[in-house]
Nanobody, 121 residues
Framework: QVQLVESGGGLVQAGGSLTLSCEVS????????MGWFRQTPGMERNPVAV????????YYIDSVKGRFTISRDNAKNTVFLHMNNLNAEDTAVYYC??????????????WGQGTQVTVSS
């Protein structure tokens, strides 16, 4: 069974930084694209950053470009989201996700439980 466990969320002041981690178990990590998504109450879960299985492609939504960095450590089965210069609009529950199929970028099928990020202004 594929499991994703996020950690690293919390409360931070505007302008501060956080790093989220997501450890995957239950299958090999290397062949799978990974992504970070976020969701606020009453809204859909939307992508924030995606890293391809071969680490060649990094995708970011416009609002986080230059502030967030996604990375992966295949030896640790872990994907990271380094978040800098946080602002109130970044407040959300952050989820990591991954597709069911290897070497595929979508659809995202497996999800973690989410970690809350709250940015105080």
């Amino acid at each position: 069974q594929v499991q994703l466990v996020e950690s690293g969320g919390g409360l931070v002041q505007a302008g501060g930084s956080l790093t989220l981690s997501c450890e995957v178990s239950g299958r090999p990590f290397g062949p799978y694209t990974m992504g970070w998504f976020r969701q606020t109450p009453g809204m859909e879960r939307n992508p924030v950053a995606v890293i391809s299985f071969n680490d060649n492609t990094h995708y970011y939504i416009d609002s986080v470009k230059g502030r967030f960095t996604i990375s992966r450590d295949n030896a640790k089965n872990t994907v990271f989201l380094h978040m800098n210069n946080l602002n109130a609009e970044d407040t959300a529950v952050y989820y990591c996700g991954t597709p069911r199929l290897a070497y595929s970028d979508f659809p995202f099928t497996y999800w973690g439980q989410g970690t809350q990020v709250t940015v105080s202004s």
